[in-house]
């Protein structure tokens, strides 16, 4: 897919996904060894777009589990088509035409079973193997984790009634984690691991001018500015790249073509999802930290 981790940049600025080295390197090594790749860091750092962006440029179908609280095997790999098993059972009574055994034989069959994520990952087309997003991985339980460990080792899933699917081929596997909680070892050995950290100003400067180039070049240094030194706060969740580009695109959407103490107050809540968060911001705090960003970009 790749040849080096040069390349792998380059792949991913086609999908508009600005990465730093060490990051294009997991990527590029994944690819390459047919790993999964285990990216953890806060929300909103770009964990999932990497999978969406991999499924872009590399033209391979998406196949995304998002993870829960009590996520089971049938929300993740399988089920039955109950509804249709019981119609078909019915239908089958009222003919009297097939006996009990050769009507479990048919009703648990393919034509019954209902692929979720994880089974349909196995699956190949014209394509290649797809690419599977297990996001968030933290927001599941234990029982659930090892048995995703089992799935990622072989790439094959038994179901009882009609035997083992396996991959032709691997798909192309990214984990994404919040650090709710910490993932077993076991599974990340299974996989490259990388930690998606705040981007830097330069960086983060970047992709704004990449998703939105028409936000003023102005505006775009000082939105950038004032996230960063808003992350140095002592805040109970802290902006993300997502909420950066939320913030400079509400900006634009008002018109704005620089930040004034006003604006930075009557927006918080784009950049900041908690009240106790805005109410520690708003006022004089904000007005000192755009005070600093002007200062910094010489305004």
């Not at 792998?8 to 999908?15: H, K, N, R, S, Y």
């Not at 930690?195 to 983060?204: K, L, Q, S």
Request: with cysteine.
């Amino acid at each position: 897919m790749t040849r080096s981790i040069a390349d792998t940049q380059a792949l991913l600025a086609d999908g508009d996904y600005v990465a730093d080295r060490p990051l294009a390197t997991a990527v590029h090594l994944a690819l390459a060894l047919e790993r999964p790749l285990f990216l953890e860091g806060e929300a909103g750092v770009g964990k999932t777009e990497i999978a969406k962006v991999l499924a872009r440029v590399l033209n391979r179908r998406l196949v995304r589990l998002q993870c829960y609280e009590g996520l089971d095997v049938a929300a993740a790999v399988y089920e039955w088509n109950y509804a249709r098993q019981m119609l078909e059972i019915r239908m089958a009574e009222a003919a009297g035409d097939r006996d009990r055994g050769a009507l479990a034989q048919d009703i648990f069959s393919e034509a019954f079973l209902i692929r979720r994520p994880l089974l349909q990952a196995l699956e190949s087309d014209g394509r290649g193997a797809p690419v599977l997003l297990i996001d968030e991985l933290d927001r599941t339980d234990e029982p659930f984790e090892a048995f995703l460990l089992e799935v990622l080792s072989d790439f094959q899933i038994t179901v009882p009634e009609l035997g083992t699917f396996k991959a032709d081929a691997p798909p192309i596997v990214v984990v994404t984690s919040n650090r709710t909680r910490e993932i077993h070892d076991a599974l990340k050995r299974r996989c490259f691991y990388h930690w998606v950290d705040y981007p830097t100003a330069a960086r983060e400067l970047e992709i704004v001018e990449l998703k939105l180039p028409s936000v003023p070049e102005k505006l775009s240094q000082e939105v950038v500015a004032f996230v960063k030194r808003l992350r140095a706060e002592d805040l109970f969740k802290l902006p993300g790249v997502a909420e950066t580009l939320d913030w400079a695109k509400a900006l634009q959407t008002l018109d704005c073509l620089e930040l004034s103490p006003e604006v930075v107050n009557d927006t918080l809540g784009t950049l900041l999802k908690y009240q106790d968060d805005i109410v520690k911001i708003q006022g004089t705090e904000a007005a000192r930290l755009l005070s600093e960003v002007r200062m910094e970009l010489g305004g």
